[in-house]
């Protein structure tokens, strides 16, 4: 009669209001021995009847951990594969004890990641796909268990089912989809220790660069784009990943897709793609290979775009293209459209992203390029007088990177740009660094370093003279940084006309 009870106990257990007498006369513990039964109908029925009982009582199933439910579960996996209803109790079981960390340190002791492969692998249903995902998705947040999802195949199965429901439209499918991309982010992100086992997930079937690309592809057309590609290619412990990416041919993919998508204005696309290209050119090696395949000069086509999330990207992926290298900043400082776009940008007071990471990529151009056309091509875009605005910025890198700019386009030719730092007062702001107290010192140094340039235009002399900077010079030859103190008495000299 034993399995006809357990199936009585499972119908009991549907009403919430019996779970509480099924708990005091303790069916639970009675019920966990039949877990060991080869008899498939006794495993179904005791199954359901402990899953019901326990449903929602976190107490309940962490005693159940601690009596050693999760071998049996793995066992009923391992054995009983192809019994659907079984599975489909045994795989909810494990949905609801996954979360408990005290059932995760029990089950990275199992092979239940190869099951819960094999399950994903062969599931042919929607409800099933969503109850697999739900159990792998909160297996993925243990570092053990991860690394034995990325052994079992798991990122291959990922990959098949994006690329089967690639461009549905269907509200499953989309779920589906969403599932599987984010336990793709799961899988990627982790703590320290789990970061090497990441690269497993970029060599997805790297014998074939076709397969890379269209998984990176499929990631991309999909809900939550932004962090899947980010997630693919975002620098781990080194810069391994970035150059892998590259050299499997996905630039070319993420370019023409996005191409294909400035004219329907699919934003999430547009910001997706800019991500993974801002973030692959992070590595020296891949800034010039990208360079040479005229990623610069593809994505400027989307200067025209009205969005603000677009616009940001845009701009930090050029600016992340520009730095370091002296070639790109000159193609980009010669290109009037960009420059004119850039200006306007500048002005933009409602977002304030977009706002800085023009001033900011305005910044970069002068500071990594060495060309006299460049200096000369900003200064008629009207750029200058952002840049000495962006001395007075509240963030001292920002600071640092117009001072730095502004001194190294002095030097290329302070002549052409004499009338716009007169017009937006540069020295007088420069003075107001030097004397605020809340000047960081390195921005004090950068200060003093184009006050030094500015020295060799007779009528920027005369300012610095007439604002009796040389008073605020004095007292910093006794501030509390050696390298300010250092600069100051540089520059004393160099406006006595010592050196």
Not at 64 to 89: C, M, Q, S, W
Not at 304 to 316: A, C, T, Y
Not at 375 to 393: R, Y
Request: net charge negative.
């Amino acid at each position: 009669c034993a399995v006809k009870a357990a199936q009585v106990l499972s119908e009991i257990a549907r009403n919430e209001e019996m779970k509480k007498p099924c708990i005091e006369a303790d069916l639970v513990l009675t019920l966990i021995p039949f877990l060991e039964s080869t008899d498939q109908e006794m495993l179904l029925h005791a199954g359901r009847a402990i899953g019901r009982i326990c449903y929602d009582n976190r107490d309940l199933q962490e005693e159940l951990v601690k009596v050693g439910v999760i071998t049996p579960l793995v066992r009923i996996l391992t054995d009983y594969a192809e019994n659907e209803p079984l599975v489909h109790v045994d795989l909810l079981a494990l949905c609801n004890l996954a979360y408990l960390d005290t059932a995760k340190e029990a089950l990275s002791k199992t092979k239940v990641a190869e099951q819960l492969v094999k399950q994903l692998r062969r599931a042919e249903n929607h409800e099933r796909l969503e109850i697999v995902f739900e159990v792998l998705q909160a297996l993925a947040e243990n570092d053990s268990l991860k690394v034995q999802l990325v052994e079992a195949g798991v990122q291959e199965v990922l990959s098949e089912i994006l690329l089967r429901l690639q461009g549905t439209s269907q509200a499953e499918d989309t779920c589906i989809v969403k599932a599987a991309s984010d336990l793709i982010v799961s899988l990627l992100l982790g703590e320290e220790q789990s970061k090497s086992y990441s690269l497993n997930l970029i060599k997805i079937q790297k014998q074939s660069r076709q397969r890379l690309s269209e998984f990176s592809i499929c990631i991309i057309n999909f809900y939550h784009c932004v962090s899947y590609l980010t997630c693919l290619v975002v620098p781990l412990s080194s810069d391994g990943n970035c150059i892998r990416m590259i050299q499997l041919g996905v630039i070319h993919q993420l370019l023409d897709l996005l191409e294909k998508h400035v004219e329907s204005g699919d934003v999430s696309v547009q910001h997706a793609a800019l991500s993974a290209l801002r973030n692959l050119a992070i590595p020296v090696v891949n800034k010039v290979q990208m360079l040479e395949e005229g990623v610069a000069e593809r994505i400027q086509a989307l200067l025209r775009s009205e969005m603000p999330p677009v616009q940001f990207k845009l701009l930090g992926t050029l600016r992340m293209l520009a730095d370091g290298q002296a070639d790109a900043a000159e193609i980009l400082g010669q290109d009037p459209m960009l420059l004119n776009r850039l200006v306007q940008w500048c002005d933009v007071n409602d977002h304030t992203g977009v706002h800085g990471e023009a001033n900011r990529l305005l910044a970069s151009i002068l500071r990594h390029n060495r060309s006299q056309e460049v200096v000369k091509a900003i200064q008629e875009a009207q750029g200058v007088k952002h840049l000495v605005s962006m001395t007075t910025s509240e963030h001292a890198a920002m600071q640092n990177e117009a001072l730095n700019a502004l001194a190294i386009a002095s030097a290329i030719d302070l002549e052409t740009l004499e009338e716009s730092f007169k017009e937006s007062q540069l020295v007088q702001s420069l003075h107001k660094l030097l004397q605020d107290d809340n000047t960081s010192p390195e921005v004090k140094y950068n200060s003093m370093g184009l006050l030094c340039r500015l020295l060799n235009s007779g009528d920027l002399r005369q300012e610095i003279e007439e604002d009796k900077i040389k008073e605020t010079l004095e007292q910093l030859c006794n501030h509390s940084n050696a390298n300010v103190v250092k600069e100051a008495v540089t520059t004393l000299q160099v406006l006595r006309g010592e050196t």
